[in-house]
């Protein structure tokens, strides 16, 4: 299965949504890829800014497949990449 960047998006947001308990909508995500950090997301919510790594991120990914399409993954099945843009592979 291969979620696109969209999808990790999405997947950010409706994580950080339930944690704050505010409505999916109410967050801004921007991915972020730096050769020497790796993967990261800076997250706007509630007019405040966090940036989450990519343990937050596979966690977050984690959740959503499991409520968008009912399965259970793993983080170590979850792998992150980029050609055009970032999508994770779930192998």
Same mark, same amino acid.
């Given at each position: 299965?291969?979620?696109?960047?969209?999808?990790?998006?999405?997947?950010?947001?409706?994580?950080?949504?339930?944690?704050?308990?505010?409505?999916?909508?109410?967050?801004?995500?921007?991915?972020?890829?730096?050769?020497?950090? *790796?993967?990261?997301?800076?997250?706007?919510?509630? *007019?405040?800014?966090?940036?989450?790594?990519?343990?937050?991120?596979?966690?977050?990914?984690?959740? !959503?497949?499991?409520?968008? !399409?009912?399965?259970?993954? !793993?983080?170590?099945?979850?792998?992150?990449?980029?050609?055009?843009?970032?999508?994770?592979?779930?192998?």
């Amino acid at each position: 299965m291969r979620l696109s960047e969209q999808e990790i998006v999405n997947a950010i947001c409706m994580h950080i949504a339930e944690r704050k308990q505010i409505s999916p909508t109410q967050v801004h995500v921007e991915l972020m890829w730096d050769e020497e950090l *790796g993967y990261s997301a800076e997250v706007v919510a509630e *007019g405040r800014n966090q940036v989450l790594i990519e343990a937050n991120m596979l966690e977050a990914i984690e959740r !959503y497949v499991l409520k968008q !399409y009912d399965q259970r993954v !793993y983080r170590s099945q979850i792998r992150l990449d980029i050609e055009d843009e970032m999508f994770a592979d779930i192998v």
